[in-house]
Structures are given as C-alpha cells and as structure tokens.
C-alpha cells in the first residue's frame, strides 16, 4: 500500500500556519457556516473554488461534476442548490466553467471514453443546440472554448429553471445566479454577461448572453 504520509505532513503545516496567522479561525469555522456563495464547478483539478475567488473555507459553499453540469434529473447537484439555497441561505450562485475543458473536448470532438459518455451526452446537446453558431468557428481550440461558454450559459439557465431557485424567487428569496468561466492560462475569471435574479429575467439574461457570444 502506498504511504500517503506526505499529505499528513502537508495537512499539519497547513493548520500549523493558519493557526499561527489567526488563532481563532479553526474555532470560528468550527461553529458557523455561512456562506453567500454556491459554486457550481467542474471536478478538474486544477480549478478550485476558494483559491480562485480568494475565499476561505467557510465562505464558499461547492458542488462539482465534470464540465459542471446542472442536470434536471441528478439529485446529487439538486440537494446541493436545495442545501444551499433552503439552509444556508446563499445569495449568489456561480457556475463556472473553464476554458480547455476535457469533457467539453470529448462532446466537440465526438470521443468515445467509456460511461462518461452519457454524462457528456448533456454537452452534446448543448453543441447540437448551437451547431449554428459553432460552424462559423473554423479554429478548434477557439471552437472547443466557445463550447465551454455555451456550455456555462446553458448550466445558468438549467439552474434557473429547477424549482428549488423557482420557490425561492416566489418566496422573494435575495438570489443571483451567475455565469463565468476560467481561463487555466492566467489564472482570471472572465464575467459571460449572464445575472438573473427573478424568474421574469431568465429568458431576457439568457438571450443577451447569447447575443454577447455573437459579438465577440
């Protein structure tokens, strides 16, 4: 069996460290989670939620799948918003993507890779949905990372359109969902130009989104 003592030894001078630069923290999370933020990410290991947005534990609550997903019928990521949204209170949902993403690649490119193939059925239908808009992209890269856009647009409006955001929108609950993607090469967060906050904004938010992508 492999000796994982490293990660041990790592763990201990992570907690030694932020210990030594606030003594209370550990204390502090222990008792209270209250985050204002749902991330809404894809399972790549190189693209973590705290670190990216500059967050402490505590203050980002994160759910992710490959090529973050919003899938009406995956109860895992459904709990998550209900959780989040019901208990937690989070006042802004971020789903983001990133750009040069693997399972994005698979669903351009038509791989074949096994049982993730059915997860990535959903990016397919994203790709057929837009063919229009992908086919004047001549560039592969450039075509895969626009995919990666639409891709995040359409996990927006999939997260609208459950009815755990619908209620609470009804209920008048404080709620933005937000659209972003993540570029690997410099490490920013680009803003796609979707914000929805009331059920009556979804299509319009939507729509403009789109038109942005146009106009690049």
Request: with cysteine; charged share 25%; hydrophobic share 40%.
């Amino acid at each position: 069996m492999s000796d994982l003592k490293h990660l041990f030894d790592r763990n201990r001078q992570w907690s030694e460290r932020i210990r030594r630069d606030d003594p209370d923290f550990f204390n502090r999370l222990s008792h209270l989670q209250e985050p204002e933020y749902l991330w809404i990410g894809c399972s790549d290991s190189r693209v973590p939620a705290n670190q990216i947005a500059g967050l402490l534990p505590g203050e980002v609550f994160v759910h992710r799948n490959i090529a973050n997903q919003v899938v009406h019928s995956d109860l895992n990521c459904l709990s998550v918003l209900q959780f989040a949204i019901d208990a937690l209170h989070v006042k802004h949902i971020l789903v983001v993507g990133h750009y040069g993403c693997g399972g994005v690649k698979a669903a351009q490119q038509d791989q074949r890779l096994g049982l993730v193939d059915n997860w990535l059925r959903h990016i397919q239908d994203v790709k057929h949905k837009h063919a229009r808009h992908l086919a004047g992209i001549t560039d592969e890269p450039r075509a895969i990372d626009r995919l990666c856009e639409l891709n995040v647009i359409e996990q927006v409006l999939n997260v609208c359109q459950t009815t755990v955001v619908q209620d609470a929108w009804n209920r008048g609950q404080d709620l933005t969902i937000h659209g972003w993607i993540y570029g690997l090469s410099d490490g920013l967060v680009r803003d796609l130009s979707i914000s929805i906050d009331a059920p009556a904004r979804v299509q319009a938010g939507y729509a403009s989104a789109l038109r942005a992508l146009d106009a690049d």
